[in-house]
Nanobody, 122 residues
């Protein structure tokens, strides 16, 4: 089994910063893609930022230039540095990881964290 544990959410004023962390634990061969999604009330869950095992990144247009995703492969941890936060960034943020359980030929299985609330006040 693979567990993703998020931390770092909270309440911040507009213009402030937060850093989210997500650590993967359990038994697995490798982690491919890691990403952060968010879901606001009444809306669908959308990708915020993603990073491959090689370090390639992609971002939603709404967060480009403000958010930075990074990962520490040795610690199986992904981070999301969020700067210049806006009220519209308010959402539950979910960590996602694509994991190969047994070998390089194993299928990639998606795992999700429990979510962490980020609230940005105006």
């Amino acid at each position: 089994q693979v567990q993703l544990v998020e931390s770092g959410g909270g309440l911040v004023q507009a213009g402030g910063s937060l850093t989210l962390s997500c650590a993967a634990s359990g038994t697995f061969f490798s982690i491919n893609f890691m990403g952060w999604y968010r879901q606001a009330p009444g809306k669908q869950r959308d990708l915020v930022a993603g990073i491959t095992s090689g370090g390639s990144t992609n971002y939603a247009d709404s967060v480009k230039g403000r958010f930075t995703i990074s990962r520490d492969n040795a610690k199986n941890t992904v981070y999301l540095q969020m700067n210049s936060l806006k009220p519209e960034d308010t959402a539950v943020y979910y960590c996602n990881a694509g994991v190969r359980r047994i070998s390089s030929r194993s299928p990639i299985i998606d795992y999700w964290g429990q979510g962490t609330q980020v609230t940005v006040s105006s």
